[in-house]
């Protein structure tokens, strides 16, 4: 395989492991710039290229706007949690925690007591 000639497909050398690619060429991935008013009277089909300019102008610009949802949970976050972080989760947690254990307790002990 290392006899192979220049142009051909890569080709692996043995005493080093090196490959050796053909070269190539960049051209490919770099659009063409169809929208230039030159390009525009150009083609044939420049009505075709005119609506597509027409399409693209009228795009937004921009970053997109901040979606709003309505959920319990985003609503919390953004009140507490996002950008008017505060301790008050904690104490809800707390509070939270505090009313799970009482019911829990309530369930499995206090109401077998006579009263």
Do not use: C
Not at 52 to 59: E, P, S
């Amino acid at each position: 395989m290392s006899g192979s000639k220049a142009g051909t497909n890569p080709t692996i050398h043995s005493p080093t492991n090196s490959v050796r690619m053909a070269p190539f060429s960049l051209k490919p991935f770099i659009p063409p710039q169809v929208a230039n008013p030159t390009a525009l009277n150009a083609f044939p089909s420049s009505a075709r290229m005119g609506r597509i300019v027409d399409f693209y102008t009228r795009l937004p610009k921009g970053t997109a706007p901040k979606k709003s949802s309505n959920g319990f949970f985003n609503w919390y976050y953004a009140k507490y949690l996002g950008k008017n972080a505060s301790g008050a989760p904690l104490l809800h947690l707390v509070g939270a925690i505090f009313i799970f254990s009482y019911a829990s307790e309530y369930f499995y002990h206090i109401r077998h007591h006579e009263h």
